[in-house]
């Protein structure tokens, strides 16, 4: 069956008889929508009406700021006769034509310009906003920034002073790196090994009064030593647990102990017996440390909150929920952030103590971050994991340097007020740096106990004593050994082997 085609005489009836209905539904739409107004036909706008109304708000709106102020003024030297202190706009104002309209007066600031030259600028603010500025037209936007660059390099510096840079560029000079130069300080010995613990030394503490200090290890019990002499003064029991944190109070009779056990003590050292226990953490406590003012504790671990103790009615003022690990070590200080801490979920967090909420999250570590050393005197602190040793500048938590060497998980960190920071690794590694440049002015590894094994020099624990001078380490190998500086050694020797590295930055 073939289909049937219509014939040109039925289009041009049907079209007839369609023109009546098409022009009742625009009546009937255009009556619908009466208040919009008809948008002009492209037939009907007149170009040269359209560039003149431009071009009157091009004088009005923009005539202003397309002349140089005077107050911007800057004697740039003359060229070709013409004193470069005289803006161009001026001497080019002055060679055109003054528009004016019947007997209007102008006073001395207005400033008018020929229409020509406004055709001109108007013409090529419609070809600019016809489309979008091409890569050749950027280049030669750039032409003379390259010309000073190329007049500097082959006439000179004096030459290329001369050409006036465009208006709203400069050449500013790149501050050049100047690393900061370490201080020297005389090598670490070992002066003293102390043995007496059954298991690995897992923490120690330093007496205010530089007397004696105590150690805490997975044989469960803490012994007081005196710290002159190295002698055994007092054996103290009652943890079912390693014991990972040891404080002493500065203005208390007071030792702080935590433990595996979950358990929380505090020791009076006029009777050696416990006063006082805290309740409510959920796992082992690894970290414990005592607020420098306020009669505060607090003590952190594998629950992955930093629980705050009111020190003498033993309740919990706060919870510092954030962290999504283990926390390995929390540091307390005056000001704020009064509380730190590190954890095993690579961050840092520095927390409000009086509202109880994080202040900053650090997360500038790569892997697990297990030490923390506040400085003595410098308002900033050191963090150091299995990547790498981070130095911080308080309130903020902003990051200072990266102390690059230690190839090691570091366990412990320890700065004096002499500007020397100890780090520890888990191998038995030790690197002592210069706190300000981040130089690290001595290697050299931990000295394992005859009869142990090699596998058995690892750090744990570390502290300087209160002057300074004295360096305690727990291991691995069940000692506590003691370092000093060596005395006799000078600069010339042992020479500082500085080397700058452009790759480091000191921020």
Known sequence: MTERHPQPEEIETSSHLLEPLMQSVVNTTHGLFRGT???????????????????????????????????????????????????????????????????QSKDSRSIAIDVANVDEEVQKVLEGLSGKQTKVKAKKAKKPTRELVLAAAEKGAQEASNLSPPLGQQIVRKRVYEPVKPEWHAPWKLMRVISGHIGWVRSLAVEPGNKWFASGSVDRTIKIWDLASGTLKL???????????????????????????????????????????????????????????????????????????????????????????????????????????????????????????????????????????????????????????????CPRGDFVQNFEGHNSIINTLSANSDGVLFSGGDNGSMRFWDWKSGHCFQEADTIVQPGSLDSEAGIFCSTFDRTGFRLLTGEADKTIKIWKEDEEATEESYPLDFRPSLSRRHH
């Open 235 to 393: 054996t103290l029991t009652g943890h079912i647990s390693p014991v990972r944190g040891l404080a002493v109070s500065s203005r208390h009779p007071y030792l702080f102990s935590c433990g595996e056990d979950k358990q929380v003590k505090c020791w009076d050292l006029e009777t050696n017996k416990v006063v006082r226990q805290y309740h409510g953490h959920l796992s082992g406590v690894y970290s414990l440390a005592l607020h420098p003012v306020l009669d505060v504790l607090v003590t952190a671990g594998r629950d992955s909150v930093a629980r705050v103790w009111d020190m003498r009615t033993k309740k919990q003022v706060h919870v510092l929920a954030g962290h999504k690990s283990t926390i390995s070590s929390v540091q307390c200080q005056e000001a704020d952030p009064q509380v730190i801490s590190a954890s095993m979920d690579w961050t840092v967090r520095l927390w409000d103590l009086a509202a109880g909420k994080s202040m900053n999250t650090l997360t500038h570590h790569k892997k697990s971050v297990r030490a923390l050393a506040l400085h003595p005197t410098e308002f900033g602190f050191a963090s150091g994991g299995a990547d790498c040793i981070k130095q911080w500048r």
């Open 37 to 103: 107004p008809t948008p002009p036909r492209a037939a009907d706008i007149n170009p040269k009406g359209m560039s003149l109304k431009i071009a009157s708000k091009y004088r009005d709106e923009y005539l202003s700021s397309r002349n140089l102020p005077q107050v911007v003024e800057q004697p740039i030297g003359t060229k070709n006769g013409v004193s470069s202190t005289t803006p161009l706009s001026l001497t080019r104002v002055s060679t055109q034509k003054l528009i004016t309209a019947g007997d």
